[in-house]
């Protein structure tokens, strides 16, 4: 049985395997509408979401599956003092695997411990977001047909955004230009506008400010606006740039930017559901619940 707490449990061949596997459920999507028949997901969200969970479900219903979950902590015995552990050693005995989102990082190392059934990382605190790095490589692959030699620039809130953790994480495995970071030996530059890198740009990656993260309203309000991406903001970027965000924006794209041809972000939640699809049936075949 093997569990996705962040992007590096995987191996470079079997994120192409996920890859892959997602590009055929798009093509071939009646292919899929049975594999698993009869089995459960549950969605322990204690933490807010919009995408990660309903694609989450819908992935689970698209290829045959039922959901149970709940989507927020108050609802459930959590608000009476239950810990993970308990929570999920219960739900692993009522679903065949398990999404889980937390406000702290780390709960879903904890839930490995207790657990009977795969547990997915689907957001814990500031970490790690794994398979919103997933939704963004399956993205990558569409719209560049590539996930190496590709220079991305990362804006917004580079601390606390679990999303950018993780894909840092994901791309200093690949071969990229100016992204990643020491440790891997290869080349990275901070730029306090983005003017200056605009035209180098494969992929920009934007991010919301995370507010709920900060200590202080104070903190928070001097970050507020301080990347917002605009029309004229892209007048100097490259004709075949993809401009993504894991969403919910907030401010920092302007609304008009969506009609922008080179504006992917609604795709790449799309995409969040095809490989949530193909990572469903990966760790069930691995659990050895599923053949297909
Ligand atoms: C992100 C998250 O929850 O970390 N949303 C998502 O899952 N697509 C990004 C965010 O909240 O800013």
């Not at 050693?89 to 999404?99: G, K």
């Not at 937390?102 to 879903?108: F, K, N, S, W, Y």
């Not at 009977?116 to 990558?140: M, W």
Request: some cysteine.
């Amino acid at each position: 049985m093997r569990h996705l707490l962040d992007t590096t449990d995987l191996s470079l061949d079997e994120i192409d395997d996920i890859i892959s596997l997602a590009t055929d459920i798009i093509s071939n999507p009646k292919k899929y509408a049975h594999v698993c028949d009869g089995k459960k997901l549950a969605t322990l969200f204690f933490e807010p979401s919009t995408r990660t969970r309903l694609s989450f479900e819908a992935a689970m219903y698209e290829l045959g599956g039922n959901v149970i979950g709940f989507s927020e902590a108050s609802s459930t015995s959590a608000s009476k003092g239950e810990t993970v552990e308990d929570t999920v050693r219960i739900v692993s005995n009522y679903a065949d695997i398990i999404a889980m989102r937390h406000p702290l990082e780390g709960a879903p190392r904890v839930a490995v411990t207790k657990t009977l059934v795969p547990i997915i990382n689907a957001g814990d605190g500031g970490h790690a977001h794994p398979t919103q790095t997933l939704a963004d490589l399956l993205t990558f692959y569409r719209e560049k047909g590539r996930l190496d030699n590709l220079t991305i620039g990362l804006c917004g809130d580079l601390k606390f955004g679990r999303t950018v953790h993780s894909l840092i994480k994901a791309m200093c495995r690949y071969k990229n230009i100016k992204d990643v970071l020491e440790p891997s030996g290869t080349k990275y530059v901070q730029v306090e506008s983005m003017d200056a890198v605009m035209p180098d740009l494969d992929v920009l990656y934007m991010t919301r400010i995370q507010r709920e993260r900060f200590f202080s309203a104070e903190e928070y309000l001097k970050y507020e606006n301080a990347f917002i991406l605009d029309l004229d903001k892209l007048e100097n970027a490259k004709s075949d740039l993809t401009i993504m965000h894991p969403l919910p924006r907030v401010n920092e794209i302007a609304t008009n930017v969506d009609d922008d041809p080179r504006a992917k972000y609604f795709e790449q939640a799309l995409n969040g559901k095809y490989v949530r699809m193909a990572l469903i049936m990966t760790l069930l075949k691995w659990g050895g619940q599923l053949e297909y």
